[in-house]
């Protein structure tokens, strides 16, 4: 188990491994995708809150089991009687939560960007 991870336990007092695949799962994801967006070879130490933060977001979106997702109303219509879901948690959902994720935190990216040559 990482740091971030064992870092996260911690904060949110969670001491069952249940998640942990999934955690480990989604730092590797959101780790990767922050070496791509930003040209560098490692993290720097300040972007491991930046992860952690992602973490706790994940682990709230799927702490009732990774898989089950939660859906919100995405669109509605009256007279039809149509309404539309959009998965916000699980799978599915998670490379669409990396990439908002990092869209709102650019900002703080923006520091450790590289140009690529």
Known sequence: MSDNVKTIKEILNITDTKLDGYLNFC????????????NIETIPERLNSLIQEFLIEQ?????DGVG???????SASDNGQSVNFKNVGGVSSMS?????????????????????W
């Open 27 to 38: 730092e590797t994801n959101i780790t990767d995708k922050i070496l791509d967006k930003c």
């Open 59 to 63: 682990y709230n979106l799927n702490k």
């Open 96 to 116: 669409q939560n990396v990439d908002e994720f990092l869209d709102r935190n650019m900002a703080t990216l923006i520091a450790y960007r590289k140009m690529r």
């Open 68 to 74: 089950k997702g939660v859906k919100e109303v995405s």
